[in-house]
């Protein structure tokens, strides 16, 4: 049975709309003060990063192609061990999609302004990296031991993100 393809709509992001899944790292709206004798400034505390006590917090960086638009979705993912964030490098915006929960009931996509970086909550569930453009994001997450990624397929459900 061929399921009726659903649109999805992106809005903007923002902290507020994005709250219940994480945290939107940006420098816009937050508070920063001066660090080294002047010559930069800091901008704290942008995203609680989260792991359990066997895993530990590590840097990477993921190259990313251009997706099209709209984009055909494909599976939802989250992580139960730890948060996940990415921050773009070079400025690009991306597709940010996720769901209340592994149904499709809930679902929602953010487009950010390339300046804005994302940080999944433990647990959320999300749709994998949709970059506008090719480029590579700093990705902050878990490693360590225990299943730290469960996934569900959704691509017969057909549902399109439209800018």
């Known amino acids: 049975m061929t399921q009726t393809p659903r649109t999805i709509r992106a809005e903007t992001l923002t902290a507020a709309n994005f ?4 945290q939107v790292i940006e420098r816009a709206g937050r508070d920063s003060y001066a660090i080294n004798a002047g010559t930069s400034q800091r901008f704290s505390d942008l995203a609680q990063l989260e792991t359990d006590a066997a895993g530990r917090l590590a840097l990477s960086i993921f190259r990313a192609d251009a997706q099209p638009t709209p984009s055909l979705l494909y599976t939802l993912e989250r992580h139960p061990l730890g948060s996940q964030a990415f921050v773009p490098l070079a400025g690009q915006a991306f597709i940010v999609v996720v769901a209340a929960d592994n149904t499709m009931d809930a679902l929602r996509a953010f487009v950010t302004d390339g300046a804005q970086g994302i940080n999944f909550r433990r647990s ?8 506008l453009s090719t480029g590579d994001f700093l990705v902050a997450d878990r490693l360590g031991p225990g299943n730290n990624c469960e996934e569900i397929d959704i691509r017969g459900w057909e549902i399109s993100v439209v800018l």
């Open 19 to 22: 709250a219940p899944y994480g």
């Open 124 to 131: 959320t569930w999300h749709h994998p990296l949709l970059a």
